[in-house]
């Protein structure tokens, strides 16, 4: 544990990309083959499920402090992070301990999770009581499920790729599913990550495992430049971007698996894709988006519409899903990529081939939940342009542009090809900040948190009021943001633990990829991935934006 917390340290306090790639090649050759185990987990985003209800880590550790509940709140507000605050309030340890990461996530902290209440206070306070104070704060990050520090799953892969002398892309390949939130990684299962290449591995004809996503950067450059930067649309498949899931549909050996691009195997979650697999031929690996999709019953298979992800947010976390819910909101893969043909690895042929292949396999299916990803055609890019103006009405976030001759890489790699990603411009309404809650690591100290709201009436309505619709912490600068956090000092009207009710002075536009109507919201409206795109100084509080306004930006 001592070890795994000195790396922590050691990457949170570095910027550099080369001081970082060598702490983490020096702590894998270093460390016990269980303890690297799990140091890879965390550190390439794998999660446990939640260990400790939050509300009785809060009571315990104010208990153990001698704080009373106000004190330890506004230590919290100040620190802005839990785990930090908890590690630095504790008494100092009367214990001590020699164990290793692996040691005290399977001995220790695996087993809180169910543990009694009366039994969790003891075993929590017996921990807290062995750990050095440089400890604490990665042993509480583990619990909150807050661990986060400065490393990239690439350059994880790359420190493996060093360690094991292996090709950086066998070593991504070995790591999907890797981080499963069930997962829990065994010294052997390290040494699987940097062993030599078997000819078994080779030939993957039994494995359900996946490829690595291929990844596709955003291109925002104005129309009258494409032509200059990406050569005529000929040389480009281009098609619609799917607001869905992004995943792979394995079968091997006659079993199916899907993969979702955050690594979780999602295969009993659309058992309609899972029979369909089944009818795959052996050795097909597809990757496309899982989408719902609606067509009337006589509609041929491949022609319908694909709903917004709102509906797919319905099936996603349902424990169970009934036959009813099956029906009325159905799932489809639509299909973009063929990676694996006949137990034969394509990612190495030129993008146009894969898709001819595909088509020919898509159309021998003939199965109502495979479908091909239309492609779209132009004689120029003003000609897509125009077709792209359609995107929002079938919602859809844009397009992709993918080079006829591109390889299929490794993450968002440039050098065996290129997807590009032209979304359209996000939709946008001018928005009051009503509350605002302090920020984590370098924005610990500042106020960069917000929700915000619109008005729930026009402005002759009588005794209208802000409705909050939505939270944001990206897009304002260092800068703007430090503006807006002495505004929130001085206009605070009340606070509720970490969060401030300020006085509703200042408004931002606010930009989303979609919307759809909610059931969960006061304001009766949910949008996807709400971000800051600039500060309305201009503009008063009483011309931002209403409930109307949103509502119209409803698709039809």
């Not at 009367?94 to 009694?116: F, S």
């Amino acid at each position: 544990m001592k070890q795994f917390a000195a790396l922590y340290r050691e990457l949170d306090a570095s910027t550099s990309s080369l001081a970082k790639q060598a702490a983490l090649q020096r702590y894998l050759l270093s460390a016990a083959p269980a303890d690297a185990a799990w140091t890879v987990y965390f550190l390439a985003g794998g999660k446990p499920r939640q260990l400790v209800p939050t509300k009785l880590l809060r009571l315990l550790a104010q208990e153990a402090a001698g704080l009373p509940e106000w004190l330890f709140v506004e230590s919290y507000e100040a620190v802005g992070d839990l785990a930090e605050t908890i590690s630095l309030l504790l008494p100092s340890p009367t214990d001590a301990h020699d164990l290793g990461l692996a040691v005290w996530v399977e001995k220790h902290l695996l087993p809180l999770r169910g543990m009694a209440p009366e039994q969790l206070s003891d075993a929590l306070r017996a921990q807290w009581r062995r750990l050095a104070p440089e400890e604490r704060l990665v042993y509480f990050k583990l619990i909150t499920g807050g661990f986060r520090v400065g490393v990239s799953r690439l350059q994880v892969t790359q420190a493996l790729s060093a360690v094991g002398a292996l090709d950086p892309k066998r070593v991504a390949q070995r790591l999907m599913g890797y981080t499963h939130i069930a997962g829990q990684p065994t010294a052997a299962d390290y040494a699987a990550l940097i062993a030599p290449e078997s000819s078994g591995e080779l030939d993957q004809q039994t494995s359900g495992q996946p490829y690595p996503f291929f990844l596709a950067h955003p291109f925002n450059l104005p129309l009258e430049q494409f032509d200059a930067a990406l050569g005529p649309p000929s040389q480009w498949l281009v098609e619609w971007k799917w607001d869905g899931i992004r995943a792979q549909l394995v079968k091997r050996a006659g079993r199916v698996w899907l993969w979702s691009r955050g690594e979780e195997l999602v295969t009993e979650r659309f058992p309609e894709l899972a029979q369909m697999g089944e009818t795959l031929p052996d050795g097909t690996v597809l990757d496309g988006e899982v989408v719902v999709w609606r067509r009337d019953s006589t509609s041929p298979i491949g022609e319908g519409r694909v709903q917004p992800f709102a509906e797919l947010q319905k099936r996603i976390g349902r424990k169970t899903l009934s036959p009813k819910l099956l029906r009325e909101i159905p799932a489809v893969l639509l299909a973009y990529d063929l990676l694996e043909w006949e137990g034969r690895d394509l990612r190495a042929l030129p993008q146009a081939e894969r898709r001819v292949l595909l088509d020919d396999l898509l159309a021998a299916a003939q199965h109502p939940s495979l479908v091909a990803s239309p492609m779209l055609h132009g004689e120029s890019w003003q000609d897509l342009a125009r077709q792209r103006e359609a995107a929002r009405s079938m919602g859809v976030e844009g397009m992709m542009l993918k080079q006829r001759e591109a390889h299929y890489g490794v993450g968002r790699t440039k050098d065996v090809g290129l997807w590009w990603k032209w979304k359209i411009d996000p939709l946008s309404v001018d928005a009051v900040l009503v509350y605002a809650q302090r920020g984590h690591g370098r924005r610990a100290s500042l106020y960069s948190d917000y929700t915000f709201a619109v008005w729930d009436g026009p402005p002759e309505a009588p005794e209208r009021r802000l409705v909050p619709f939505a939270k944001a912490y990206s897009g304002l600068t260092d800068a703007e943001m430090a503006r807006v956090d002495a505004v929130i000092k001085k206009t605070t009207i009340e606070s509720f633990g970490p969060v401030r009710s300020v006085e509703p002075t200042l408004v931002f536009e606010l930009g989303f990829e979609g919307i759809a109507r909610s059931t969960r919201h006061k304001s009766g409206i949910a949008v996807r991935f709400p971000r800051m795109l600039r500060w309305r100084e201009d503009k008063p509080v009483e011309e931002a934006d209403t409930l109307q306004t949103l509502a119209a930006l409803l698709p039809a």
